[in-house]
């Protein structure tokens, strides 16, 4: 999981395992997450979940697209 949240532009800040359960902390912009929690049950066979929480704002990357006003 921690080369699927790279891959989504997230910064990984910790992973630990607690009670035999793998935590992994990581920033990931907004629109790196559609598509995550379907991926996240693929890749654990159903047994992965996450929750999310903002964490700040940011400029959008150069290569994100822009939104019409």
């Not at 949240?5 to 395992?17: C, I, K, P, Y």
């Not at 990931?28 to 379907?38: D, N, Q, R, S």
């Amino acid at each position: 999981m921690l080369g699927d949240l790279s891959a989504r532009r997230g910064r990984v800040s910790d992973s630990t395992v607690r009670a035999g359960t793998v935590v992994i902390t990581a920033t990931v912009p907004l629109a790196g997450l559609f598509g995550y929690a379907t991926r996240l049950r693929s890749r654990t066979q159903g047994r992965g979940a996450f929750t999310t929480r903002p964490a700040g704002y940011a400029p959008a990357a150069p290569a994100a697209p822009s939104i019409a006003r």
